[in-house]
């Protein structure tokens, strides 16, 4: 892979940083697991440092995986279902989207949504006579993938009866947890248990990754190769940081946040495009906390260099077969504004094991430069801790609080009252559709022209595992939208007292309540008619 970096007048900055790394002896004390490099208790550090060695440690498992996957494959499967959240199933989907399926092996269909019709959809798109589910947890307990997996259960038992049902499901967890237990009992063909002393963020180049990779034919070794590569020459280089490709990252992150840069903005081309999604729960979730962060930008158009306030690193990723001529005068254009730009070049696909580690390590890096510890999650469990409370609610009351309602008004008053280094991040508690994505980047296009901030964009309530950590921890600049719709048809639970769409609804409410507790900036809409043609009739009213 090749590196390009164009720090400008940050250089200095930098090198004095990767200096201060080397006299503190931070890279050897990482590789010998010192947890004070973040913290003065070990506690969810101690056992979160096996990623460092996963990509060698795993790799003695690709040929088991690659038999799997061969087996599964001439069984006949069409569709392998990942049932995941946060760092269970993003890593696998940025595998597929940059990868994909090999020929004649099935296609993977990632579920993170509790959203109804994202249900609906994802169950009318498959056979599930001919396909695989995927139960991903590290911790065994998650609410989302539990109930996906009792949705998909109860349809197969009713179709094929529960022996056959059970063959149907392969299970990725701990050992000794929830999920581990469930697949012994519920007799699931497969449980692969994981190292536990790896977080779930940092566990793409663990089970969690290569488990579904290898069940769409991706080539796990392949892989994996070029991670053990970056592994081994970041263990070699741990005397110099600004000899480390991964520590070096890392120290531009940090020190640029802490100049005020900290909106690291990921221009990726177009056969690396789906890269953001997994690095923006690694970044957020991993360093927004105690009202510091590093604010992940993805998905955003490439603007000119008056459309940007200083608060921006610009990081591109590009894969060398992609036509990157456009994206490439833009950026420099940026850089010749006075804006940093870093730029990777993968020369093949297969060159992502090693971008997934060299990202893992500069996060740990930059957490220990911004004070943070990058693999605790303190405000997750608050949002988490409130839907159930409102699930409880629920269960005495045979309903839930009416939501906000909103209007159009209350986006201009909070864009309004929008100052440098803010950022806007959308928050859509719908289901995802190619409509709804043109709408989402128009209107961030119009915000970012007229207002000068970095805008942000997730779907719920899959970023509550990713960015709804930064959200609550990181700093308070974020001016945040929601968006919700009431469900047309909904799905129930099987054995369980609500539905999916009561489920997506407290979740939502949670959030908002949430953030408006913890002084955040706050405007909630409920659309009622189609969402993409709504969301473009708000963006012609900015």
Same mark, same amino acid.
């Not at 199933?89 to 959203?115: C, F, H, K, N, W």
């Not at 930008?297 to 260099?305: D, I, K, Q, R, S």
């Not at 020369?347 to 893992?360: C, I, M, N, Q």
């Given at each position: 892979?090749?590196?390009?970096?164009?720090?400008?007048s940050?250089?200095?900055?930098?090198?004095?940083?990767?200096?201060?790394?080397?006299?503190?002896?931070?890279?050897?004390?990482?590789?010998?697991?010192?947890?004070?490099?973040?913290?003065?208790?070990?506690?969810?550090?101690?056992?979160?440092?096996?990623?460092?060695?996963?990509?060698?440690?795993?790799?003695?498992d690709?040929?088991?995986?690659?038999?799997?996957?061969?087996?599964?494959?001439?069984?006949?499967?069409?569709?392998?279902?990942?049932?995941?959240?946060?760092?269970?199933?993003?890593?696998?989907?940025?595998i597929?989207?940059?990868?994909?399926?090999a020929?004649?092996?099935?296609?993977?269909?990632?579920?993170?949504?509790?959203?109804?019709?994202?249900?609906?959809?994802?169950?009318?798109?498959?056979?599930?006579?001919?396909?695989?589910?995927?139960?991903?947890s590290k911790?065994?307990?998650?609410?989302?993938?539990?109930?996906?997996?009792?949705?998909?259960?109860?349809?197969?038992?009713?179709t094929l009866?529960?022996?056959?049902?059970?063959?149907?499901?392969?299970?990725?967890?701990?050992?000794?947890?929830?999920?581990?237990?469930?697949?012994?009992?519920?007799?699931?063909?497969?449980?692969?248990?994981?190292?536990?002393?790896?977080?779930g963020?940092?566990?793409?180049?663990?089970?969690?990754?290569?488990?579904?990779?290898?069940?769409?034919?991706v080539?796990?070794?392949?892989?994996?190769?070029?991670?053990?590569?970056?592994?081994?020459?970041?263990?070699?280089?741990?005397?110099?940081?600004?000899?480390?490709?991964?520590?070096?990252?890392?120290?531009?992150?940090?020190?640029?946040?802490?100049?005020?840069?900290?909106? #690291? %903005? @990921?221009? =990726?081309?177009?056969? +690396?495009? *789906?890269?953001?999604?997994?690095?923006e729960?690694?970044?957020?979730?991993? $360093?927004?906390?105690?009202?510091?962060?590093?604010?992940?930008?993805?998905?955003?158009?490439?603007?000119?260099?008056?459309?940007?306030?200083?608060?921006r690193?610009f990081?591109?990723?590009?894969l060398?077969?992609?036509?990157?001529?456009g994206?490439?005068?833009?950026?420099?254009?940026?850089?010749?504004?006075?804006?940093?730009?870093?730029?990777?070049?993968?020369?093949?696909?297969y060159?992502?094991?090693?971008?997934f580690?060299?990202?893992?390590?500069?996060?740990?890096?930059?957490?220990?430069?911004?004070?943070?510890?990058?693999?605790?999650?303190p405000?997750?469990?608050?949002?988490?801790?409130?839907? #159930? %409370? @409102?699930? =409880?609610?629920?269960? +005495?009351? *045979?309903?839930?609080?009416?939501?906000?309602?909103?209007?159009?008004?209350? $986006?201009?008053?909070?864009?309004?009252?929008?100052?440098?280094?803010?950022?806007?991040?959308?928050?859509?508690?719908?289901?995802?559709?190619?409509?709804?994505?043109?709408?989402?980047?128009d209107?961030?296009?119009?915000?970012?022209?007229?207002y000068?901030?970095?805008?942000?964009?997730?779907?719920?309530?899959?970023?509550?595992?990713?960015?709804?950590q930064?959200?609550?921890?990181?700093?308070?600049?974020?001016?945040?939208?929601?968006?919700?719709?009431?469900?047309?048809?909904?799905?129930?639970?099987?054995?369980?007292?609500?539905?999916?769409?009561?489920?997506?609804?407290?979740?939502?409410?949670?959030?908002?309540?949430?953030?408006?507790?913890?002084?955040?900036?706050?405007?909630?809409?409920?659309?009622?008619?189609?969402?993409?043609?709504? $969301?473009?009739?708000?963006t012609?009213?900015?």
């Amino acid at each position: 892979m090749n590196a390009r970096y164009s720090l400008g007048s940050y250089a200095a900055a930098v090198a004095a940083a990767a200096a201060r790394l080397d006299a503190a002896a931070v890279l050897p004390r990482l590789h010998a697991h010192d947890y004070t490099l973040w913290s003065d208790r070990p506690t969810e550090i101690a056992n979160r440092l096996d990623w460092l060695t996963s990509p060698a440690d795993t790799l003695p498992d690709a040929p088991e995986l690659r038999r799997f996957g061969q087996t599964v494959c001439a069984e006949g499967c069409r569709h392998v279902v990942l049932l995941g959240m946060g760092g269970s199933s993003l890593g696998p989907e940025v595998i597929r989207q940059i990868i994909g399926s090999a020929p004649g092996y099935p296609e993977m269909l990632t579920l993170d949504s509790t959203v109804p019709a994202s249900v609906a959809r994802a169950t009318a798109a498959i056979d599930p006579a001919h396909s695989l589910f995927v139960v991903s947890s590290k911790s065994g307990g998650t609410v989302e993938p539990n109930a996906f997996y009792a949705h998909f259960r109860h349809l197969l038992t009713a179709t094929l009866g529960p022996d056959a049902a059970g063959r149907h499901f392969v299970a990725v967890t701990d050992a000794d947890t929830a999920l581990h237990r469930l697949a012994a009992q519920d007799g699931f063909r497969r449980c692969f248990l994981n190292n536990p002393n790896i977080g779930g963020r940092y566990s793409v180049l663990s089970h969690f990754g290569m488990t579904p990779a290898a069940l769409i034919g991706v080539d796990v070794a392949r892989l994996l190769a070029p991670a053990v590569a970056f592994q081994e020459q970041a263990a070699a280089s741990i005397g110099c940081a600004a000899d480390n490709p991964a520590a070096w990252l890392g120290a531009i992150i940090g020190t640029l946040a802490r100049m005020g840069r900290d909106k #690291v %903005t @990921l221009a =990726a081309s177009n056969g +690396a495009a *789906g890269f953001g999604l997994w690095v923006e729960q690694l970044l957020a979730e991993s $360093l927004g906390k105690n009202g510091a962060g590093v604010i992940p930008v993805t998905g955003e158009p490439l603007l000119p260099p008056d459309c940007y306030g200083a608060d921006r690193l610009f990081v591109q990723i590009r894969l060398d077969s992609d036509d990157n001529s456009g994206d490439d005068a833009k950026l420099r254009r940026l850089q010749a504004a006075g804006h940093p730009v870093v730029s990777f070049t993968l020369s093949d696909a297969y060159d992502l094991g090693a971008e997934f580690y060299r990202w893992e390590y500069a996060t740990v890096i930059a957490g220990h430069i911004l004070g943070v510890n990058p693999f605790d999650q303190p405000d997750v469990q608050g949002a988490k801790d409130r839907t #159930v %409370t @409102l699930l =409880a609610q629920y269960a +005495a009351d *045979g309903q839930l609080p009416n939501p906000i309602t909103g209007n159009p008004t209350d $986006l201009e008053r909070l864009l309004a009252a929008s100052k440098p280094g803010d950022y806007l991040a959308i928050m859509a508690y719908l289901p995802d559709s190619p409509a709804l994505e043109t709408a989402l980047l128009d209107l961030r296009q119009r915000v970012m022209r007229k207002y000068r901030i970095a805008t942000t964009a997730g779907y719920g309530p899959r970023f509550l595992h990713s960015t709804g950590q930064l959200h609550k921890g990181g700093p308070n600049t974020g001016l945040f939208l929601q968006l919700t719709q009431p469900h047309g048809p909904d799905v129930p639970i099987p054995g369980w007292p609500y539905s999916f769409g009561i489920l997506a609804d407290a979740q939502a409410q949670s959030d908002l309540q949430a953030l408006q507790h913890l002084g955040r900036r706050t405007a909630s809409l409920r659309i009622a008619g189609e969402p993409a043609a709504t $969301l473009n009739h708000l963006t012609q009213s900015i």
